[in-house]
């Protein structure tokens, strides 16, 4: 059963009893910063009555199951203010009270900014501009399962000169998320500064407007216009709905209220700390006091019970035949729509590059879960966030190079440890002519620096498709990286995958040394094969398809068997991939890495052409072979 | 001496003189697409007579030497429609028209996306939404060098979807930036369907407007209503400008004008290719032609000549004692303000934290230098770009963790080669309790992976200075990671430090192993060198003070004097920092690294106890080193 946090529904004494519950919040968010010696009491205590208006007169939620499928969301996106997000769940008995003066301690989950360690935390947030984006996939999830939940967002006035919140706009008002709900806690003065707007409530009005949101402005102190605005943003259809909320920063406490200097300062404790005290308790409203101490009321309607679990359907094989040519991109976008088909969890999201993702083929597979989110990578990072939060596998993909434009999303999703699925396309050099603003060379470092991310690199069409399905499978943040060129496949379709797996292609017992490869590189290193075949000498060759985590044990096993010579060949910088992660599996086995990578700003040319004056071609891997296999005789 | 770039001023003259160029750019950009075989045509011809106007009657310009300071500055941000900028600048008399045939070839400068291998181009560019972050630091730098050249930057419609579109509108409006306008090309499609808001030019002027620019909306093929509007932007005082021009996406080529599927691709060579060129050719005015065909004439003022250079001045020693205790962000702080006060060049920038990484000690300092972006690390780093290109040093500043928001910018700043300093702080697990979402773990892993940045992790105040200084004078992009806590000040002011250098702290006859550290760790490790010899165990102690590139020589020598025993111990991710580094500088003496660093996604709590549960505390690396020693007897 869901509740209502239903106060008493009659303004008169509604009101007061939420104003207690806001004075009570603003207390157990300075008690825990004080106890804590740290913190951002003064920007809890401007959200303080927004919070208990929300927690405690608007929200739908299961305090003791906050992962109810049809329980409202808040997303604080003002991540710093963690302490009342705190205080409003204690309050409605999520846990005790007393949990709180734990803040920021080791031993709690009760960090200083929220994770998703607390069962009411879809998305880690702290880093500004995010959870308004988060916010979009949450919404977007309510649509998919064909529930009625909304989704309320709580944003910083700072925090709005982030360009992702203006990506995030866009997207809310082109889907018509009427669903979704802004609140943005204009509390005039930044961290280091009054903001850009302060409290000119117009600049920020005119701005959602433009962008097709309905924007409501009011008193943040004021109960009744929260509530009012609230009541207003549901009762609106066709659009989302910002409430700008003109507020004070430490409202309650006079020493600091509305001044500067007190961002991310806790209270002293002792006499500061309870001088705000005596001062904020001197707020509560005495009438009130029962009203306030009630439980939320039971939901009207019920929910969850009749939905149904989503059970996927096994996925096909694949249909490729060995020595087909397929681009790893064209083979993703053929894995994806037909998982789509298999998993009704499985959603797509594109950033106007889908006929070069081949993201199309799921947009036609099931139109219904695709989103876009036209040039906008933040956004759709967000999105996914959201999304994967509540249950959905997404698959947001663009050209590899361009994820770096969510690279903060990509870390935040790391701290939050969602499902999402990351797919990057047209990977390094070989991409050829559009040159070097179009290529990818340093996503493997980005991924693979995440402790908890599986990285795959598939060469072929089969091994993309099991990937594909592996990735989808693998509970935690995954990446795939594909490449713009055709290439051969290399395996039949019963071929089997794994996280941390690799496949080696050649061997003999006479092999001088192992040549790992990833991608584009593998065919080079099979080249390498052949040519060094002809005079006479063999190797190993390796396609390490999962570069995070890698597998140790058969590196160490294909390193002893030739000589302790292993050489990595990758259409990547130096730094953070195939070489790195080789070099780090074999470090204790004591074997040194020769690394083959892009040692310089590329520029276009024709794939091959570059493939060869970047030094990751086949004749540089005979050449390698060559020299390590001599220098050790 | 500068140009302008004048036709004959008469609107009877000047509008088919300027159509006809317009079309001489249409076809100079299908011929050189078709002949190599890929690129965006149709991009280039909706902008055609917009590009005609900017550098035929608009722009003051010696096309000769582009670089002149007091040079009216174009920046493409859509940088896909290269071409055309390539063939602007040869039909103003750059280079020879057939050069650009060459377009997208290895041997040629001319690449897909523009990069600043051509004297022309000030950022790459390729990137979308870039272009105009990186024209307010160009118009900034105006207001540095006190002139009045304007900046114009040319933007796709689909582009305005990006985020760092928005940071940049709302820096330049509320910078009051009247010499940079703006000019959005609508052409209503983009790569895969399109746009959001297609010809609704109403949704493009209300958002600009929303923001605080002027906007002018036109037909963007009428020539009269093109410089109508730059005069008006010319003339329009306290506001930046943007100029909203409808357009048809492959103007001028019927089969392809105003058509989906024709994005990102040349027309085949010989018959479609014919037929375009033949349509196109077929559009000149003839009576315009020999006005067409003059070459700008002679600015009406002299500049250049009149501006002095800037010497700086050498910067005083730093002051700090030996054992005094300062975090190194405070240092940065400190010292950018003493090299701003040395070196008119230098600018800082922030992203409303100068109170945390110190950046306001230089507001102080230097205030006419200091540029605020409030929250928007973007426009911070894209406006740190432009101000590069046109001679500053710009310092750029935030939480090293936020530095990933701008991820995409570092790399494209690698690829422009720009002098940008990046400054980030509070990296690590060691800034304790607001835990994960503030702690940069991945910063060394993104700015390594860039092949020609030079990255530094200084552990002491006098380091920290020094290295600074040393940023500053180093040609081509810099990161300079900086701590939270306070750490002793370990070297004497007279201390020299390199690019590419370490130190070496301990060391004796009989070391058993070498332990590199830096920032925080390097603490960590004298604290383990003290515990060890109080067993008769002795170390060597490295601080790695410069990250990349590293002491290849100094690193192997250390090992070959340590029983080939290395522990890196590092305040980040496994991947992609020091422990990265060092192994691969000593792969091929030979040595396996032992690498202490952060291997799980981290939480809130005391600094210490963090180094200590995250496994690089003292502890860790005494035990590490026993390990080491004791498996090799």
Redesign the interface.
């Given at each position: 059963m869901l509740y209502f946090a239903a106060m008493p529904q009659d303004r008169q004494t509604l009101v007061p009893a939420l104003k207690n519950i806001a004075t009570q919040l603003r207390i157990d968010s300075v008690r825990a910063t004080s106890q804590?010696?740290?913190?951002h009491p003064t920007s809890c205590c401007s959200m303080a009555d927004i919070t208990a208006a929300l927690f405690f007169a608007e929200m739908r939620f299961d305090p003791k199951n906050p992962k109810n499928p049809d329980a409202d969301r808040f997303i604080l996106s003002k991540?710093h203010a963690a302490p009342i997000l705190y205080a409003a769940w204690a309050e409605a008995g999520a846990f005790d009270r007393e949990e709180l003066l734990k803040l920021?301690?080791?031993s709690?989950d009760l960090?200083?900014?929220p994770?998703p360690?607390l069962p009411f935390v879809d998305v880690?947030?702290?880093?500004?501009?995010m959870g308004v984006c988060a916010a979009i996939g949450t919404a977007l999830n309510a649509r998919r399962i064909k529930s009625d939940y909304r989704t309320y967002v709580l944003l910083g006035d700072?925090?709005t000169?982030?360009?992702?919140?203006?990506?995030a706009a866009?997207v809310a008002a082109?889907d018509k998320l009427d669903s979704l709900c802004g609140i943005t806690d204009v509390n005039r003065l930044?961290?280091?500064?009054p903001?850009?707007w302060q409290h000119d409530m117009e600049q920020f009005a005119?701005?959602w407007?433009?962008?097709g949101w309905h924007a409501i402005v009011i008193d943040g102190h004021d109960m009744a216009a929260i509530l009012d605005a609230l009541d207003e943003a549901r009762r609106t259809k066709g659009q989302p709905t910002m409430i700008l909320a003109r507020t004070l920063k430490g409202k309650g406490i006079s020493f600091a209220e509305d001044k500067e200097g007190w961002h991310g300062k806790a209270l002293k404790l002792g006499d500061e700390t309870n001088r705000a005290i005596a001062e904020l308790e001197s707020q509560f409203v005495a009438a009130a006091k029962d009203a306030a101490a009630k439980l939320p009321s039971q939901i009207q309607k019920p929910a969850a019970a009749s939905r149904t679990a989503e059970f996927p359907k096994p996925m096909a094989a694949p249909a490729y035949k060995i020595g087909d040519e397929v681009a790893t991109r064209e083979a993703y976008g053929v894995a994806i729509a037909k998982l789509g088909q298999a998993d009704a969890r499985v959603v797509a999201l594109?950033a106007?590059?889908?006929?070069?993702t081949f993201s199309?083929k799921f947009e036609k597979a099931a139109p219904e879960r695709f989103y876009?989110?036209?040039?906008?990578?933040?956004?759709m990072i967000g999105a996914a966030m959201g999304l994967a939060a509540r249950g959905a596998i997404p698959f947001p993909s663009t050209f590899a190079?361009?994820l770096?434009?969510a690279?903060?999303f990509?870390?935040?999703a790391?701290?939050s440890?969602v499902n999402v699925k990351f797919a990057g396309s047209h990977c390094g050099v070989s991409i050829g002519?559009?040159?070097?603003?179009?290529m990818a060379?340093?996503d493997l470092?980005?991924f693979?620096?995440?402790?908890?991310y599986a990285v795959f690199y598939p060469s072929d069409g089969v091994s993309t498709e099991r990937i594909v399905e592996l990735a989808a499978h693998h509970d935690g943040p995954a990446y795939i990286r594909t490449s713009r060129p055709k290439t051969a496949v290399l395996y039949s379709t019963d071929e089997t995958f794994t996280v941390g797996g690799l496949k080696v292609l050649r061997q003999s017992a006479s092999d001088v040394a192992t040549v790992v490869g990833a991608g584009v590189t593998v065919f080079e290193a099979l080249k390498a094969y052949d040519q060094l075949k002809t005079s006479g000498m063999a190797i190993r060759v390796v396609d390490l398809y999962c570069v995070?985590p890698v597998d140790r044990d058969a590196l160490v096993a294909a390193g002893r068997a030739t000589g302790g010579r292993i050489i990595t060949v990758e259409d990547h910088?130096?730094?953070?991939g195939v070489?790195?992660a080789v070099?780090?599996a074999?470090?204790?086995?004591?074997?040194?890495?020769?690394?083959l990578a892009?040692?310089?700003?590329p520029?276009?040319?024709?794939p091959d052409?570059?493939l060869e004056?970047f030094g990751i071609s086949a004749k540089h891997i005979v050449a390698a072979v060559t020299a390590l296999a001599n220098a050790k005789v």
């Open positions: 804590a010696g740290s913190g991540g920021r301690e080791f709690s960090e200083g900014h994770t360690r880690a947030t702290g880093s500004l501009g700072g925090e000169a982030e360009g992702s919140v203006w990506e866009n082109y930044g961290q280091s500064r903001t850009m005119r701005r407007r433009a962008f594109d106007d590059v889908k006929n070069s199309d876009e989110n036209y040039i906008a990578e933040q956004v190079c361009f770096t434009r690279a903060d990509v870390r935040m790391a701290i440890n002519e559009d040159g070097p603003s179009q060379l340093e470092a980005m693979r620096a995440e402790p908890n995070s910088y130096a730094v953070g070489g790195d070099a780090e074999v470090a204790d086995a004591g074997f040194g890495v020769h690394r892009v040692r310089a700003i520029r276009s040319g024709k052409e570059l004056k």
